[in-house]
């Protein structure tokens, strides 16, 4: 099989984060603390699903402390860990306040995947961007015990939350997630969700189901969506998916079956794609103007990696 070209491999997004997580300092109120009146910290500014940014060729995405306060009332913090020593937080203002800030020249509010796809920020502001956006999400969805109803409040620096009723705490979560490319041969699955943007074909993707394991999914939801059978499923790599908190597990299948029934429910459309096609398409050069998945994500990986001659399809 010769090595298709496909150009340098791409970085995926919201890996690699340069943050030392420090867990055991949450948990430390005298550090937190001291941490916040530090002056090298920098606090990443969020609102719903809006991230505030400074105006600039990259945006800069730290802000101080000082400046977070003067642009709106801080409703949330959490601390994400420490950059070569230097305390960085997430900080959560209520979603209208954000959106306010929409109109002032000198910030852009923006969603995180555009800032992912348009290369807003520099690369290394990704990972702890997503780590904030997830964990305030959960803090915006967990204010009340789900045991008892009462208000819950922070603590471990914004990494539990806690029930003085009756005394439950409360993590936050990620939920797992199957994503997979089934191969046939030189032919590979790919779908098109009805959320996508136009001709943009990617691989299949379906929620880890209680009780079951990462083969199981993946057999389940590729027959779920297109009625095929696989086999062979073998782990790839995982991403952190902030969209609101999940986990990526990116895998391939080997295919049993060939005739595709797609569950209309779920995909708008699922055909196979041969290695030619799906390779103009990640490159972005099909002739009709199809697109496989965009570099920052798992799913390209995925299809790369089978292109270049890895995973179920490379022997």
């Known amino acids: 099989m010769s090595r298709l070209d496909l150009g340098p491999k791409p970085h995926l997004g919201y890996t690699e984060s340069r943050l030392a997580r420090v867990a055991e300092r949450r948990r430390d109120a005298v550090a937190a603390a001291a941490m916040s009146a530090d002056a090298n910290a920098g606090v990443y ?79 290394e502001h990704l990972p702890p961007i997503a780590e904030a956006k997830a964990v305030l999400h959960w803090h915006a969805r967990h204010r009340f015990c789900s045991n008892c109803g009462a208000p819950t409040v922070v603590v471990d620096a914004g990494w539990r939350r806690d029930c003085a009723q009756c005394q439950a705490q409360h993590f936050p979560r990620t939920d797992p997630v199957v994503i997979m490319l089934a191969i046939d041969g030189d032919d590979c699955l790919l779908g098109r969700s009805p959320r996508f943007i136009p001709n943009m074909w990617s691989c299949l993707a379906g929620f880890l189901e209680p009780g079951e ?21 073998a782990y790839y790599m995982t991403q952190p998916w902030p969209y609101p908190s999940s986990l990526m597990i990116g895998c391939t299948a080997r295919a049993t079956s060939e005739n595709i029934v797609v569950d209309r429910t779920e995909l708008e459309d699922a055909r196979w794609f041969d290695r030619s096609e799906a390779s103009l398409m990640i490159r972005r050069q099909h002739p009709d103007g199809l697109a496989g998945p965009h570099p920052f994500a798992i799913a390209h990986h995925l299809l790369g990696r089978w292109l270049h001659g890895g995973g179920n399809g490379g022997a």
Do not use: N
């Open 213 to 233: 394991t990462i083969e199981d999914a993946v057999r389940r939801e590729v027959f779920e969506e297109a009625a095929i059978r696989c086999t062979d499923v």
């Open 45 to 123: 500014l969020m609102g719903g699903e809006m991230i505030v940014l400074k105006q600039d060729t990259p945006c800069e995405a730290l802000f101080t402390f000082e400046e977070a306060r003067a642009l709106a009332p801080i409703v949330e913090t959490v601390f994400l860990g420490l950059d070569d020593g230097a305390p960085r937080f997430g900080v959560g203002l209520a979603p209208d306040d954000a959106a306010a800030l929409k109109t002032r020249s000198d910030l852009v509010v923006t969603d995180l995947r555009s800032i992912a796809v348009q290369g807003l920020v520099a690369g």
